[in-house]
């Protein structure tokens, strides 16, 4: 399965979370809306923040969002790959596993690769 079609599979598992849980699902996207408006940092940087976060956590439902998220949002590989090394820092050997995923995802999402 690609990272383009495990994506849309976890945004149908959301689609079918938010109707189970529909108060709490709310509240958590006003959470999002709230720690994304940008500020001393845009749109571009938080996502960053997220990714590294998403990959030190060893997330890849998380991964893929913000990978995908950065590919709309202009980032480049080498912006990636900067954010992957400081996670991997912050992260040790299971983090340069989940970079190496997040990496192939942006990738494919942006229609390149190595």
Do not use: W
Not at 25 to 50: N, P, R, T
Not at 61 to 78: E, F, N, Q, T, V
Not at 85 to 97: E, F, H, I, R, S
Not at 103 to 110: P, Q, W
């Amino acid at each position: 399965m690609s990272y383009t079609d495990t994506l849309a599979k976890t945004r149908a598992n959301l689609r079918g979370l938010r109707k189970a849980i529909p108060d709490t699902f709310a509240g958590f996207v006003a959470l999002e809306q709230a720690a994304s408006v940008e500020g001393a940092l845009d749109a571009k940087q938080k996502e960053f923040v997220a990714l590294g976060i998403a990959v030190a956590l060893r997330c890849e439902d998380c991964i893929l969002s913000h990978a995908a998220a950065l590919h709309r949002l202009g980032a480049s590989r080498d912006e990636i790959g900067q954010v992957l090394g400081t996670a991997v820092q912050m992260a040790g050997g299971p983090g340069l596993m989940y970079a190496a995923k997040a990496l192939a995802a942006f990738d494919e999402f942006a229609g390149t690769g190595d």
